[in-house]
C-alpha cells in the first residue's frame, strides 16, 4: 500500500477541470492539488488588487502629458474588469480556476499599451517609466497558478512585452541601450525566479498528495484489520467456549431430571472447558 502510495503522480494543476479529473485520480490528491490551487487564484485576485491601484495611482499622481482620459478610462475598465475575475473565482469552481490564467494576460496587455501610450506619444514622461515598474509583479501572479508551464508562457510574454515596451518607447525618452539592458536582465531574473518558485510549489503540493493518499490508506488496511481481528474473535468465542456453555445448560437440565452422576461430570467438564477458553481468549486480548 505504501509503495503504490510514493509511485503515483498527482495531476497536473493545470488539469483539474470538470473534464481533466478521471475515476482513475485517487480523490484524496486530486481534493489536495484542487484546494492547492485555488489558495493560489486567491492569492493571484489579492495580488491583482495591487496592481489595480497602482496602475490607478499612476494615472492620479503621476499623469501624462497627453491621452490622461484615454488612460484614466483604462485604469477603470480594469478595475472592472479585476472585479469581474474575482467573483468568477470566488466559488473556487474547477473551470475558473483552471482558465484564471488568463486574467494574467489581460494585466501584461493594459500595462504594455499604458506604457505605450504613455512612452511614445508623450515623449520625457515620467509615467511610462512608472509603469513599466508594474510588470514585475505580474511574474508574482503568475507563480500562484503553481503550474511551471503556465508560468513560463507567461512571464516570457511579460518580459517580451517590457522589452519590445521599452525599445519602442526608448528614443523617445532618450535612454541608453545599456539601461535598457540592465533593466531587461532585472525583469528577466525575476521570472526565471518565479518559475522556479512554481515549480518548488508543485512540487510541494505533489508531496503532500502522495502523503494524504498513503494516509488514506494506511486507515483502510488498519480498519480492515480491526475488522478481521473482531470476526476471527467473534468466531472463536462462537465455536469454541460457548459450545460449551451451551453444552453445560443441556447437562445442567439433564442433571436436575435424573440426578446422575455422569450428568454432573459431564457439566464440570464443559464449564472447566469454557472457563479454560475465556481465560485463554481474555489472555491473548490482554496479556496483563
Known sequence: MATEATTAEPPEIGAIGPREVTAAEP???????????????????????????????????????????????????YALWALAVAQLTRRGHPSAVRMAWLALLVDVVVLGVLTLLTGVATPQSWTADVFTTGFLLIPVLAA??????????????????????AIATRDANEEPWASLVLRSLVIVGVALGCVGLSRIQRSRVRTIGRLVQARSGLLAELTGLEERARRALSEHLHDGALQYVLAARFDLDDARETGAPAAFDRLEQALAESTRLLRSTVAELHPA
Open 27 to 77: 480523490p484524496e490528491i486530486t481534493a489536495v492539488v484542487l484546494e492547492h490551487a485555488r489558495r493560489g487564484v486567491a492569492l493571484q485576485v489579492a495580488l491583482r488588487w495591487v496592481l489595480v491601484g497602482f496602475v490607478a495611482l499612476t494615472v492620479v499622481t503621476v499623469p501624462p502629458p497627453r491621452f490622461v482620459g484615454v488612460c484614466a478610462a483604462m485604469a477603470g475598465g
Open 144 to 165: 500562484t497558478q503553481l503550474r511551471a508551464r503556465v508560468c513560463a508562457a507567461v512571464v516570457i510574454t511579460t518580459a517580451a512585452v517590457y522589452v519590445l515596451a
